[in-house]
C-alpha cells in the first residue's frame, strides 16, 4: 500500500508550536515529536526561554513576552500548556489555608487563562490551529486529600469548554493524563518509588504506567485533527475501569 508522501507525518511540517512546560516531562517529549513531525533540520529553528507562573503580579506582562517572542515574524500554530507546580501538592483538606492554593491556583489555572486572552493577537483564529491545556485522571477519580488539586483539574476542563466558544472556530482541548513517570516524578516519590508504580499498575488495565512519550501522541493528535474541539481527551491506561 503507498500514498502520499508525508501525507500525515507532515501536516506539522512548517508550523509554530509553542509549548508553556516544554522543558521537562510530557512538555519535553510533545516538542520531540512535534519537531520530528515538522521535519527539522536546524536548530536554528527552536528557541526557549523561561517564565514564572505563579508570579502573579508580572503574570500578564511576562505571558505576552513569550507570545511575542515565539511569534517573531510568524504566527503561533499550536499551543500546549503542560505547565504544573513541581512544589509539593496543596495540603490535606484540615490543613488547607489560603496562602497554600495561591501558587498551584495561578499556575494550573489563572496562567493558561491569561495566555488565551492574548493569544488572538499571535495566532489566526482557525480551525487548523489549535491550543491544548492539560488536566489529569484524578480529576475524576481523586484520591484521598486530593480535594484542592481535583478542583484545579475539573476548573481547567471546565474553562476549556468556555474558550472553545469564545475563540473558535480556534480549536481548544484537554489532554488528561493518568499516572506518568517522569524524572521530576521519580525525584519528588524517592524512596517510596516502587511503591507508587506497583500502585499504579494495579489501577491500571494495561498493567503499567504511562510514559511522556506515549502520552505526547494525544496532544499531537489534537493538533492535527481539525474536527475535535471542546474535548477531554483521557490517556490513563484503563484507570476509570479498573
Known sequence: MTGEAGKYTGWLKDTVVLIVGGTLGIGYAIASAALEHMQL??????????????DIENLEKNVQAVLQLAAEGVKINHFVVTAADMMPPPPP??????????????????????????????????????????SGAHGHKPDPGWSAMNGYLGAVETMMKGLAVDLKPLRVNVVSPGAVITEVVREMLGEHY??????????????????????AQAYLYLMKDSFVTGTVLETNGGLYLA
Open 93 to 134: 483538606l484540615a490543613e488547607l489555608n489560603v496562602h497554600s492554593l495561591e501558587r498551584t491556583s495561578c499556575i494550573r489555572y489563572i496562567a493558561p487563562l491569561i495566555f488565551a486572552k492574548h493569544l488572538p493577537k499571535y495566532m489566526n483564529q482557525v480551525p487548523e490551529n489549535s491550543v491544548t491545556l492539560t
Open 194 to 215: 516502587d511503591m507508587a508504580i506497583q500502585m499504579a499498575k494495579e489501577k491500571s488495565l494495561v498493567g503499567g504506567v504511562g510514559t511522556p512519550e506515549s502520552v
Open 41 to 54: 533540520c536546524s536548530g536554528s529553528r527552536l528557541r526557549g526561554t523561561t517564565i514564572d507562573l505563579a
